[in-house]
């Protein structure tokens, strides 16, 4: 699930200072809903950045204005130094490569890539090196003279990302880049992609509902919500210590819990759906009664048959369903209480089990403090 090792981080990339794409404080209003909510984001030079969010959260419209096909109401763009807030869009150092990544049918994979360099008035030896070095880039070189029909869903794709890249932008825009490519060729060019543009070391934004592909390829990745960013981090972080309700509801699945503190400088907190208390790594320092939501990752539970020796940290319930996912199996599991508990155990974890688990047993559950993460929002 957690991926840090997908896409190396690039050598003196984590000590670059985050500020070669800086968005202030941008809002952009469409009559009276808020599309994007005075975001403000920074980016380092190289670094291929997710914004993961639902439907209509403001993904495309943010995208839209660093490239200059919307301006904001307010707020400031500024990449390289350079504030290109009201710059007109073919002015910018910036590239959209869009949902619908639509070649030119009647064109050659050459001439689509070569497309924006001739409206340029770029010199013919010029946009023949060009285009051939891209091409190659995207390991399309030998398809140059095909049309866009003859390729497949995934080819189409990175010819598109040539067209882009063939322009040297400094900052290369991608909108669900995957959307029309099925599930297993996504999962693919994901990885193909994610590698193509760490070789290339463009500074990428990218742009996704997928929480999956956005796991897979981003350097760091911000949550989105109403126009605003609720979380941002690597995907590490964001995973394993989700800040929010919505965070980590929105990437994985979770167990969530209503727990009371139960003392001053407790580690402790009392759940109504739980006979057992919750107790966390470190010490809260927060008054007696205080109220939080905790997250427990389904992964991070494991099943027994016989009773845990501790007095937190543990469940009793009943096996109501599970669903074997190949790698691992989902269990779902009534607690006495009536609460329903997601576990997912690896295959080895299951083989370990003897019996095995089957409908009905009564199983524990059990995990450790650090396991457990208490939300603030
Ligand atoms: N040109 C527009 N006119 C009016 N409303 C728009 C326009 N573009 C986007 N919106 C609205 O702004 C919100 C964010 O849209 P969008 O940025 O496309 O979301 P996302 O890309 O995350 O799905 C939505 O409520 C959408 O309906
Ligand atoms: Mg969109």
Redesign the pocket.
Known sequence: MTNEAARPQKPGMGEAPADFVRIVEVT?H??E?T??DSLSLSIKKGELFALL????????????LISGL?LPDSGRIIVDGEDITLLPSYRRPVNMMFQSYALFPHMTVEANAAYGLKREGRAKEEIRERVAAALELVQMGKYAKRKPHQLSGGQQQRVALARSLVKRPKLLLL??PMSALDKKIRQQTQFELGHILYSVGVTCIM?T?DQEEAMTMADRLAV?SD?RIVQMGTPHQVYETPTSRFAAEFIGSTNLFGGVLDGDESRSFECADLANPLQVPNAMNAKKGMVAQLSLRPERITMSAQKPHKDSNWACGKIEQYAYMGSYTVFHVRLDGGRLMMVDLSRMAVRALDPAPDYGDTVYLSWDADCLVVLTK
């Open positions: 952009k469409f009559g809903s599309a994007v969010g639902s439907s209509g959260c403001g993904k495309s419209t943010l995208l839209r919307t909108d669900e742009v509902h989105m126009g």
